[in-house]
């Protein structure tokens, strides 16, 4: 009986943890450390290995995450996770003048800061957000300048832990602790020595201590900052771990040269001798810099006058000047034509990936970083109007980040051809998966890809600097990467607006099939009318059957008429075999049909989408969507009889890698 009860107990306090995490960076060189960083804005110096979140750019912002989210509390527990981070630091100033500002040990929900500022808020926050809960922001401040708000700190130089605010909670000037005698030394952070830290957060007493020392002492016997703190109440239940970091109208670089953390224990130490060593900017001599400044200037002189030779050479041959406009110099993320030129072998028909009625997609490896992209090429017949809007748009989108999303990365035009530069992913779309592909995908392999779709497109909707709308989420616009996971793809039809306001999209367009019914009534596209294109998507996934077939089938029509007489499982794809879980199953199914609603009020928004895919709450009864007669049936095919004469995005797609754009999207479609 005695060892029953021990058991009981030992299996109710491993349930009771929050999920373990632990890792070890010495350096950030190393092969593996791409994919376990998020940087931002941040850079990893090679071969030195030293993370480099900003240089001495002036209002600059650099993040760097880790790539998991950590489990900060269980929600059968009443205690936060304990933790131990250990890190290095760096913070490099000018050679002359006044550095700023400082770096941040940051606990967020999402690798991703949107709408933060520079300067004081060392990019955490802005004028709109500071000090609100909504945050679920932790940050443990370095910086070097008079703190947010501060007018005792006039030199800078202090450590504070932060709560949702640049407004510190407890903060103290830099410096570290010895015991013989026991006193605080002064401790500089901003002459461009190593520093090391110490974060750590004992969930059990709920109390948060923080430590730094110079690189080669040992950790202090007491701890800088002490704050009382209950986690559970700021932070939710998986949050991501890293560093913030931003200078002003003053800058420094600021570099992380190692780090540690676990939930289990003291986070694992470094070895301080292999950790990489910031660059640091010294003052020259007079006559030094001359003979420097003289060198330096000769290089350039020649590099120069060489690369005109060569320039006018090779493109007077080739015979590919490229006209460039003003405005066209001042877009960022612009790649040369001659680079894509050589990068797809001249658009060579071999490297063709993907065509429709707009133009080509081709695979191309860049010359200069040998990465693999794919560019897709729009002609047109006609010289190109309104384009510095289009460009202009084609930004905003270009600074879209998630995993689930095809990331654009830039573009260029010459003539009449525009090209678009967008992560290459290797399998192709869903639709071809689905519906084309001898191999059928697992229902494992579909759930992870509509759950990854349902992220991308909340953090379109809510978690993104501004609202996202895609207008065109189908399965061909979901493009399936190497590890399988489903990513976003063609923003050719979005559109831009900002929280708290409404669309004044007044266009009707997408594909036929995936358009919400108000859409033919008003043309106004909302993230509802994607929520919609969302629920015939996770019909489409589970049935294996297209939106619209022959003989006027409408997936959504046939699985609510098979739902009501309590036969939806009737509706899955054969070619799973039964393979798979029941209850996840009618999820989907359910899902589907909620997110399809013909009343745009009854549909659920992503955040709630994501958390009935979670198993967070559960699936609301499904109120009546139609009846068994053809009302309904004739009302769609109506609406779709009358969408057939506006124009549409009807694109063909082959083993593309890159979701294609419609010209429609140019012109009338925006």
């Keep these: 009986m005695n060892s029953l009860a021990l058991l009981v107990f030992f299996f109710s306090v491993i349930i009771d943890q929050a999920q373990s995490e632990h890792f070890l960076f010495e350096g950030f060189s190393g092969s593996d450390e791409k994919g376990r960083l998020f940087p931002e804005g941040a850079s990893i110096l090679k071969p030195n290995g030293a993370l480099r979140l900003t240089n001495k750019t002036r209002n600059a912002i650099g993040h760097a995450f880790y790539s998991k989210a950590i489990q900060m509390f269980n929600t059968t527990s009443p205690n936060s996770t304990s933790f131990s981070s250990y890190f290095v630091f760096s913070i490099v100033p000018p050679a002359s003048g006044q550095g700023g500002f400082g770096l941040a040990f940051t606990i967020a929900p999402s690798y991703q800061i949107a709408g933060a500022k520079p300067g004081h808020y060392l990019g955490l926050f802005n004028e709109s957000n500071n000090g609100k809960e909504s945050n679920h922001i932790v940050a443990v401040e370095f910086d070097t300048v008079r703190g947010y708000n501060e007018v005792s700190d006039r030199n800078g130089n202090h450590v504070g832990i932060n709560i949702n ?4 909670n407890t903060s103290k000037p830099a410096g570290y602790i010895i015991d013989d005698p026991l006193k605080v030394l002064d401790l500089d952070m901003h002459n461009s020595d190593p520093i090391q830290a110490w974060v750590e957060y ?48 003053t800058a420094s670089s600021h570099y992380i040269l190692g780090w540690s953390f676990s939930t289990t224990g003291a986070a694992p130490l470094l070895n301080l001798s292999r950790l ?63 680079d894509l030129y050589t990068a797809t072998k001249g658009f060579k028909d071999s490297e063709i990936i993907g065509a429709g009625g707009f133009g080509i997609v081709y695979k191309a490896v860049m010359p200069s ?6 560019v897709k090429k729009i002609s047109r017949n006609n010289p190109f109007q309104g384009l510095k809007e289009f460009i202009a748009e084609i930004e905003s989108l270009g600074r879209l980040r998630h995993k689930n999303l095809v990331n654009l990365q830039g573009w260029c035009k010459k003539k009449n051809d525009l090209l678009l530069i967008y992560d290459y992913i290797p399998n192709g779309s869903l639709d071809s998966l689905l519906f084309h592909s001898k191999n059928s995908l697992s229902w494992e392999q579909r759930l992870n890809i509509v759950k990854g779709i349902a992220s991308g497109l909340l953090y379109l909707h809510e978690e993104w600097e501004q609202v996202v709308i895609h207008r065109d989420v189908k399965s061909s616009n979901v493009l399936i ?5 489903g990513r976003l793809g063609d923003f050719g039809l979005a ?19 995936y358009i919400a019914p108000e859409l033919a009534r ?68 359910e899902l589907g049909l909620l997110c399809s609603h013909q009343n745009a009020e009854s549909r659920p928004t992503m955040r709630q989408v994501r958390r009935y895919l979670d198993g967070d709450e559960k699936l609301p009864v499904m109120e009546e969507m139609g009846s068994n007669d053809s009302s309904r049936l004739s009302e769609i095919n109506g609406r779709l009889m009358q969408l057939s004469c506006i124009e549409m995005t009807s694109t063909s797609y082959h083993s593309s890698s890159v979701g294609f754009m419609s010209t429609n999207s140019i012109d009338d479609g925006r």
């Design 202 to 249: 004992d969930g059990t007493r709920k109390v948060m201590n923080v430590s730094v020392s110079p690189m080669w002492e040992s950790k202090p016997m007491e701890p800088l900052l002490q704050l009382h703190v209950d986690l559970t109440q700021i932070v939710k239940e998986f949050m991501y771990v890293g560093f913030s970091a931003a200078t002003g109208d």
């Design 481 to 485: 990467d190497a590890e399988m996971n």
């Design 522 to 589: 008003t043309g106004r596209a909302s993230t509802s009318s994607d929520v919609f294109a969302y629920g015939v998507l996770l019909l489409e996934v589970a049935t294996g059957r297209r939106p619209i077939e022959s003989g006027q089938f409408i997936l959504v029509d046939w699985v609510v008429e098979c739902q009501q007489i309590g036969r939806i499982l009737e509706t899955v794809d054969p070619k799973l075999e039964s393979r798979y879980v029941e209850e996840e199953m009618k999820l989907i199914l």
């Design 276 to 338: 990489p060593m910031p660059p640091v900017d010294k003052e020259s001599s007079s006559f030094q810099f001359s003979v420097i400044a003289l060198i330096v200037s000769l290089s350039v002189l020649i590099v120069i006058l060489s690369g005109i030779l060569i320039f006018l050479t090779v493109h007077k041959r080739m015979g590919r000047f490229e006209s460039l406009e003003d405005w066209e110099l001042e877009c960022p993320h612009r790649f040369r034509y001659c």
């Design 369 to 374: 970083t040998g990465n693999e992209v794919a």
């Design 165 to 168: 605010s640049m407004d510190s």
């Design 495 to 513: 559109r831009l607006y900002d929280h708290g306001i409404n669309s004044h999209t007044t266009n009707v367009v997408g594909t036929i099939g």
